[in-house]
Nanobody, 124 residues
Framework: QVQLVESGGGSVQAGGSLRLSCAVS????????MGWFRQAPGKEREGVAT????????YYADSVKGRFTVSQDNAKNTLYLQMNTLKPEDTAMYYC?????????????????WGQGTQVTVSS
């Protein structure tokens, strides 16, 4: 059974930084991807950043390109999302998710395992 546990959320002023972590436990075989999604109240869940284990390619939503960086520490079984130059519109619940090598980075339905989420609040 795969389990994902996020941490690192909090409240920060605009322009600040946060680093989210996602601890992964359980057995994962074959190629896969790990993604970060976010959901603000009244809005759909959107893909923020995804990293694919096969080749190490990454995906970023246009709204976070140049500000967010996704990375993975395989030795620690941990996924990270470094968020810089945060904006009030980044305020949301952030989730990490595990998908297959075929998963589309902006399609949450393609991801099978999810964490419980961590709240990020950016004030102006």
């Amino acid at each position: 059974q795969v389990q994902l546990v996020e941490s690192g959320g909090g409240s920060v002023q605009a322009g600040g930084s946060l680093r989210l972590s996602c601890a992964v436990s359980g057995v994962i075989s074959g190629s896969y991807c790990m993604g970060w999604f976010r959901q603000a109240p009244g809005k759909e869940r959107e893909g923020v950043a995804t990293i694919y284990t096969s080749g190490g390619s990454t995906y970023y939503a246009d709204s976070v390109k140049g500000r967010f960086t996704v990375s993975q520490d395989n030795a620690k079984n941990t996924l990270y999302l470094q968020m810089n130059t945060l904006k009030p519109e980044d305020t949301a619940m952030y989730y990490c998710a595990l998908g297959g090598s075929w998963s589309r980075p902006n399609r949450h339905a393609d991801f099978s395992y999810w964490g419980q989420g961590t709240q990020v609040t950016v004030s102006s």
